[in-house]
Nanobody, 126 residues
């Protein structure tokens, strides 16, 4: 079992930056892919950026590519989402997610993720 706890959300003006953190606890080797999804009320949850534990191979969605990056500190079992040049449309609840299946296939498939955090809210004002 893996527990995920997010932090770092908040309110920021358009053009600003935020760094989200997600720390995994429990079975530190119980997942192979970890990263971030987001959800706007009334819309489906969508992938933002994920990374493979250890190797650091990353996948970044087109919606944030060039503005955001995902990284990890394996010594702290923590994954980060650095978001720059934020836009109002980035406003959402951001969730950390992890899965046992390794990366490559269907990394944006919400149903394939085994563990989820409670989410952290990001609000970008214009």
């Amino acid at each position: 079992e893996v527990q995920l706890v997010e932090s770092g959300g908040g309110s920021v003006q358009a053009g600003g930056s935020l760094t989200l953190s997600c720390t995994a606890s429990g079975d530190r080797y119980g997942y192979n892919l970890i990263g971030w999804f987001r959800q706007i009320p009334g819309k489906e949850r969508e992938g933002v950026a994920v990374t493979t534990r250890g190797s650091g191979i990353t996948h970044v969605s087109t919606s944030v590519k060039g503005r955001s990056s995902v990284s990890q500190d394996t010594t702290k079992s923590t994954v980060y989402l650095q978001m720059n040049s934020l836009k109002p449309e980035d406003t959402a609840m951001y969730y950390c997610a992890a899965r046992k299946a390794s990366g490559g296939d269907f990394v944006w498939d919400v149903e394939s993720y085994d563990y989820w955090g409670q989410g952290t809210q990001v609000i970008v004002s214009s």
